[in-house]
Every structure is written in structure tokens, then in C-alpha cells.
């Protein structure tokens, strides 16, 4: 069993992933988890979308190199430990795991050059900013 993921090619230059998104948006795509990692000059993105042949289509109109790749995607319970006993269950078969990352969640982290002007620049829009006390307190409210 296995989900499909949707990796774009990008410029590292501020906009173009909002593009990619914003296209995905008005075709109704709904990004269900995503990835954004930097290779110098360009960089690459990887989806899991509710609808992953639109989104090719999608983002191959816009002139995006895309491609696809099946996926794991694991229900991990929400407990201390469940994450590393997953990857030590993959480690004893010999299996690599050569990258994961987080879907469904609403809670993102953001790498960014100036982290002070970005918070600045959120402090008025309508996300909240979430320090590492906040964080913490997340899996005592889920328990």
C-alpha cells in the first residue's frame, strides 16, 4: 500500500513556490503534506495531494519539471517514541529511509534567511506563531 507523491522542480528565488501553489489552489488541489529542501540554484518540492494526476497536469502546464514516486504513508501514535520504534522496524529489515516528512498537519516549520522580519511579517496575519513551549504542550493536549 502506498500513496503517490509529486515532486517540482524549482528556482531557489522567493516566489516560485507560491506559484506552484497558488496554481494548485485554483485548479481545487488540496495539499495534503509537502517537503521543501534546496539544492543551491534550484531546489525540489515534494506534494502528497488529494488529486495527484490533476496536480501533474497542473504543474506540467506551467513549464514544471514533475515527478511522480510512490510513498509510504504511516498513522504514527502520537506517544513518545513511536517515531523511532517505526524507523528501528525499518532498520532490522536493512531498509533505508531516504527521506519523510509530515502530512495533514496545520503545523508547518519554516527555514528562513531573516527569521526576525518573517515573524514580523506574520505578527498581523492570520496564523499563529508557535514557540517551542507551545509545542511542547501539543502532546499533553492530544493525550
Known sequence: MSISQIGVFVENQSGHV?????????AEVQVRGYCMSDTGDYGIVRFVVDDPE????V????????????VLCL???DT???LARIMGVIAKLGINVEYSYSLVSTYI??????????????ENESVELIDQAQLSALAKLDA
Open 54 to 57: 490533476k496536480a501533474k497536469a
Open 59 to 70: 504543474l506540467a502546464d506551467m513549464g514544471c519539471a514533475v515527478v511522480t514516486k510512490d
Open 109 to 122: 516549520a519554516l527555514s528562513v534567511k531573516d527569521l526576525a522580519a518573517a515573524e514580523q511579517a506574520l
Open 80 to 82: 513518545p517514541g513511536e
Open 75 to 77: 498513522r504514527l501514535a
Open 18 to 26: 507560491a506559484r506552484v501553489l497558488d496554481a494548485l489552489y485554483k
